[in-house]
């Protein structure tokens, strides 16, 4: 029998009912594997808790974190709370804290479901996002705050270190994948510092893999391809910015962002990765028991996946196929099932 620790922060929003949809089906699944359990830990951390205690992530939280198999995460905002401080509060500290610098957001047309493009059944690509600099670094600063002469400077951070090695995941994931073919995202014509050495890392790397077929592609340039030529992409690698917007319009393109994943790895296991749904706390549909729960099992798959608990992670993707191509669609995918129908249809087929 294996056992796993899972830290559960189901976070603001929709976040709350979309991972206790998510726990109850890998109740389910759990008991139906017989061959590992999973033991939970929840940590209320959450803009509720920020605005009570003033910090989302308690001193010693990330020790206690660091000793658990893999974290399950809800969303993070708040309306009451600038989106800044709920970020860097919570999901970016875990991610950078972690060094959980892959990460992989896959996206296609499930069963059932209606891409609002017509050549949408075409779409099935996995987003590689480097996630602990780039754009997202944190460096930068403000100063003469309110004065008419005020500076802000926003610096991007790229180091040979980390663009090597998400290159190096891009192609490992590529070669993984029948059609063996990587796009590289950029936009080094006009940023010609930090992703021109973006763009040499990536071919330093992709002579180790003459297998794979590469494009290099500008990201403005991508995003019509994204759309109107989607069977030429397959998996693309690009920046924390970059990539954060490329992933939500395949999410988009797929249906909804009510049925992405999401998975933060740290590939050498050196820390627990984090597995979250793409679609954020959504404050507009909270509470109303209508929130897509299909990212958070799509998401739970990735965790399983990563926990090396393969036959668990298809026979759940398995389930969630069957219902999604059933029509049992909540209303971000013009249907009127609710969060606890899907979750039941998911568990009985299961």
């Known amino acids: 029998m294996r056992h796993y620790t899972i830290a559960v922060i189901p976070g603001d929003g929709i976040g709350q009912e979309v991972i206790s949809a998510g726990l109850e089906v890998l109740s389910v699944l759990s008991q139906r594997e017989k061959d590992f359990t999973l033991q939970l830990k929840h940590f209320p951390w959450s803009s509720a808790y920020y605005k009570k ?3 989302y992530i308690p001193e010693g939280g990330l020790d206690e974190l660091r000793q658990v198999d893999a974290i399950l995460f809800g969303a993070v905002g708040a309306p009451d709370v600038p989106d800044h401080i709920s970020l860097w509060g919570l999901r970016l500290p875990i991610c950078q804290g972690f060094d959980q610098y892959a990460n992989v957001r896959p996206a296609r047309v499930l069963p059932g479901i209606t891409s609002p493009l017509r050549e949408g059944q075409n779409i099935d690509w996995v987003v590689i996002r480097e996630n602990t600099e780039g754009e997202y670094s944190g460096s930068g600063g403000r100063a003469h705050r309110g004065l008419p002469e005020e500076v802000a400077t926003e610096t991007s951070i790229f180091t040979r270190h980390g663009v090597q090695r998400i290159h190096r995941f891009a192609f490992e994931m590529a070669n993984s994948r029948a059609r063996k073919h990587l796009t590289l995202v950029t936009k ?6 930090g992703m021109v050495l973006w763009d040499e890392i990536f071919y330093e790397v992709a002579k180790d893999y003459p297998q ?5 592609i500008l990201v403005d340039a991508v ?3 994204m759309v109107l030529k989607t069977g030429s992409l397959d998996t693309l690698v690009a920046s924390n910015l970059h990539a954060d917007i490329l992933s939500d319009l395949a999410a988009a393109l797929s249906g909804s962002l009510g049925i992405a994943p999401t998975a933060n790895l740290n590939p050498e296991r050196r820390f627990p990765s984090m597995f979250e749904p793409i679609h954020g706390s959504a404050f507009d549909i909270t509470g109303k028991g209508i929130a897509n729960p299909i990212a958070t099992f ?4 990735l965790m399983l996946e990563h926990l090396g608990e393969v036959q668990a992670a298809q026979r759940l993707m398995s389930a969630i196929e069957k219902v999604t191509a059933k029509k049992l669609h909540t ?3 013009g249907g009127e099932a ?3 129908i899907v979750t039941e249809a998911v568990c009985d087929l299961i």
């Open 331 to 333: 209303p971000d995918l």
């Open 298 to 301: 799509w998401t739970a798959c």
């Open 53 to 55: 205690n003033g910090f």
């Open 223 to 225: 995003t019509t391809n």
């Open 188 to 193: 080094s014509n006009a940023q010609r510092h």
């Open 338 to 340: 609710t969060t606890a």
């Open 212 to 216: 794979i077929e590469t494009q290099r």
